[in-house]
């Protein structure tokens, strides 16, 4: 049987003490022991007496039977001088950065990396600048048509006239939600979604969907990720409580990810599936249709759709009046026409401003 000097751990959570003991090489750390000879608290400092306990008499008569102390406890015994001083061996692995923290590195070099090459770029039309002002110099006569910039000037000074009846068709909110819907249907894209976090170290991102049934976030077809990341199509990783883990080809690092946290996921309305039941709509139709009572009293426009947590909610707009809401509701809603584009609502005065 070969004995070994070891370590057996005791003591509490994070107050670890330690016993040194005389054990069966084949017995688990802190399993059977033969003998405790000695006790190590590493919480005491240094210079404490009471830091390293050892009774050397039943030490050296184990060693002499054939027990071998551990690299730990050989250092105990070295330093009490019952054996000689082991020498210390080098590991250079043991330095070198882990896994991740070289994936963490790699990715740092990689995103310092990419911007360099966009740099030159930029600067080139700044050095071909003095070979054009050369050539203005050398043809004053053709500064005559610089008179006529006052007349062009005239003109834009005119455009901002010409402007007003789009502010009247979408009118500026301080909503969010408003002022998104607002932008969609000027542009034709629809909000299935929004990237909420970034995930690890590879470029993947947490999105939450906005589609009835969450996985057709994947299904339609390209997307967009804002102004910047078009014909984007998402891979879905992992299914979340709240989401989704997602990749696309377009992002690689997290530092790339972390640019498009807060940014909505759009589709054009060409991708959605056409609807096939009667009295079934997309939200986004109902954005501008005109909103009656039953007997027929005009009471303003859908201006958006929102959902604060209990259910979808219809933004009404009525000129020189405060916007109110209007729950999707059999008990509210008796009639949605989308070729008249007018909606028939029914018990509403609770909710009429």
Not at 22 to 35: K, L, N, Q
Not at 205 to 217: G, L, N, Q, R
């Amino acid at each position: 049987m070969a004995l070994k000097i070891r370590l057996s751990r005791a003591g509490s959570k994070k107050r670890p003490v330690y016993r040194v003991v005389v054990a069966d090489s084949r017995s688990p750390r802190d399993g059977r022991f033969i003998e405790k000879v000695g006790l190590y608290n590493p919480l005491l400092q240094k210079d404490n007496k009471d830091r390293i306990q050892l009774n050397l008499e039943s030490i050296k008569e184990w060693i002499s039977k054939g027990a071998k102390p551990t690299d730990k406890v050989a250092r105990f015994l070295g330093e009490a001088g019952v054996i000689p001083m082991p020498v210390q061996g080098n590991n250079p692995k043991k330095a070198q950065p882990k896994k991740k923290a070289q994936e963490r590195l790699a990715a740092a070099e990689e995103a310092k990396n990419q911007p360099t090459p966009e740099a030159p770029a930029e600067e080139t039309p700044a050095e071909e600048a003095p070979a054009a002002e050369a050539k203005t110099d050398e043809a004053p006569a053709e500064e005559t048509p610089a008179e006529e910039a006052p007349a062009a000037e005239a003109k834009t000074d005119e455009a901002p006239a010409e402007e007003t009846p789009a502010e009247d068709e979408a009118p500026s909110s301080s909503r969010r939600g408003e002022k998104r819907l607002s932008l969609l249907i000027m542009s034709q894209l629809i909000v299935i979604g929004e990237v909420r976090a970034v995930h690890g170290l590879k470029g993947h991102f947490k999105i939450t969907s906005y589609t009835e049934t969450p996985d057709d976030v994947f299904r339609y077809g390209p997307c967009r990720l804002g102004k910047k990341y078009s014909n984007i199509t998402l891979k879905k990783l992992k299914e979340l409580k709240t989401g989704y883990i997602a990749s696309c080809e377009q992002i690689k690092t997290r530092e790339l990810a972390e640019k498009i946290v807060g940014l909505t996921i759009e589709i054009d309305q060409s991708y959605l599936p056409a609807i096939k039941k009667l009295n079934q709509y997309y939200y986004h139709q109902l954005i501008n249709l005109i909103v009656k009572t039953n007997d027929g009293k005009n009471i303003g426009k859908v201006i958006s759709v929102q959902n604060y947590g209990s259910s979808d909610l219809l933004e009404i707009r009525k000129k020189n009046a405060k916007d109110y809401f209007i729950p999707i509701s059999e008990n509210t809603i008796k009639k949605i026409d989308l070729i008249k584009k007018i909606i028939i609502t029914k018990n509403i005065n609770d909710y009429i401003g």
